[in-house]
């Protein structure tokens, strides 16, 4: 069992800033991807942002040059730093794991309850 716990999600004003954070704990033996998605009201979940193990990143055109995805993998935690907001960046993001238990078992995927990110003036 994985359990993924986020924070940062909040209120900015467009044009600003916010960082979010998703650290995965529980019997890991390693960790294949991590994934930023996110939900607007009304609109299908969306992949924003994925990143590898050996650090390949992935992103939706919607953010490309304003967000940024990285990965501790000391820490298992994946970071989503996301500049120049738009109030179309409005949704609850949800942090996505891919990992196994053991070398030999199987990956599992896990995600995040989400957290609210609103941008608004």
């Known amino acids: 069992q994985v359990q993924l716990a986020e924070s940062g999600g909040g209120l900015v004003q467009p044009g600003g800033s916010l960082r979010l954070s998703c650290a995965a704990s529980?019997?890991?033996?390693?960790?294949?991807?991590m994934a930023w998605h996110r939900q607007a009201p009304g609109k299908q979940r969306e992949l924003v942002a994925a990143?590898?193990?050996?650090?390949?990143?992935n992103y939706a055109d919607s953010v490309k040059g304003r967000f940024t995805i990285s990965r501790d993998n000391a820490k298992n935690t994946v970071y989503l730093q996301m500049d120049s907001l738009k109030p179309e960046d409005t949704a609850v993001y949800y942090c996505?794991?891919?990992?196994?238990?053991?070398?030999?078992?199987?990956?599992?995927?896990?995600w995040g309850q989400g957290t609210q990110v609103t941008v608004s003036s």
């Open positions: 996505y794991v891919s990992a196994r238990h053991g070398a030999a078992s199987s990956w599992v995927s896990s």
């Open positions: 990143v590898t193990s050996d650090d390949n990143t």
């Open positions: 529980g019997n890991i033996f390693s960790i294949r991807f």
